[in-house]
């Protein structure tokens, strides 16, 4: 079946750490986003690709990167400079008149 | 700019009550509307859409008609039922294929 994956599902990380979220999806969408989700908020837009080697920042970009090697893969790295990472993490595939959603990264910093 | 505006939650309700979360837009242009839902520890997943004023999108029982004149996009459903406990998120479609999604509406339905 197609979908998308995203893992780990919950991810610990100490102060001063980069992490990489990983997100692979085979349902051949050229379009791939991530977003972030804090308790009692919406999703908030962090990077978007619309296609390979080609990637925009969304609203919330400081303190992360990300690459587009492959169509499939879509992956955020939480850098040290963000300072408040601790959050649900969000990828999905598609475009707007239908994105399908990974099933989230949990990110606790400890 | 662009935005979703949602009602406040939690909404609570007894099975096989009626329900309404409303939600209200701001835009530039005709965007197109989306209802999403989040169960515990998942990802969104398509409710239902609309792309132009007067449409309809439903799935599932659940309904929200495009008003462009009160530019709202209130979900309804007739009778809800304990499995639709649930996070319920509006979105609306702006250039570049990038949703903006409001706060989120958690709906509690008990026995």
């Known amino acids: 079946d197609g979908g998308i994956t995203q893992s780990p599902k919950y991810l610990f990380r100490k102060e001063g750490q980069n992490v990489t979220l990983s997100c692979e999806q085979n349902?051949?969408?050229?379009?791939m986003y991530w977003y972030r989700q804090d308790p009692g908020q919406g999703l908030r837009l962090i990077y978007y690709?619309?296609?390979?080697?080609?990637?925009q920042k969304g609203d919330i970009a400081e303190g992360y990167s990300v690459s587009r090697e492959k169509k499939e893969s879509f992956p955020l790295t939480v850098t040290s400079a963000q300072k408040n990472p601790t959050a649900f993490y969000l990828c999905?595939?598609?475009?707007?008149?239908?994105?399908?959603f990974g099933s989230g990264t949990r990110l606790t910093v400890v | 700019g662009d935005s979703v505006t949602q009602m406040e939650g939690p909404v609570t309700l007894s099975e096989e009550a009626f329900l309404t979360i409303n939600c209200t837009y701001t835009?530039?242009?005709?965007?197109?509307l989306f209802w999403y839902v989040q169960y515990p520890g998942e990802g969104l997943q398509l409710l239902l859409k609309?792309?132009?004023?007067?449409d309809k999108g439903s799935n599932k029982g659940f309904e929200a008609t495009y008003r462009k004149e009160t530019t709202s996009f209130h979900l309804e459903k007739g009778s809800v039922q304990v499995s639709d406990s649930a996070v319920y998120f509006c979105?609306?479609?702006?250039?570049?294929?990038?949703?903006?999604f409001g706060a989120g509406t958690r709906l509690a339905v008990h026995p």
């Open positions: 835009a530039t242009g005709y965007p197109s």
């Open positions: 609309a792309t132009k004023a007067d």
């Open positions: 999905a595939s598609g475009l707007s008149y239908g994105y399908t």
């Open positions: 690709s619309q296609i390979v080697n080609d990637f």
């Open positions: 349902l051949n969408h050229d379009a």
């Open positions: 979105a609306l479609d702006i250039s570049k294929n990038k949703l903006i």
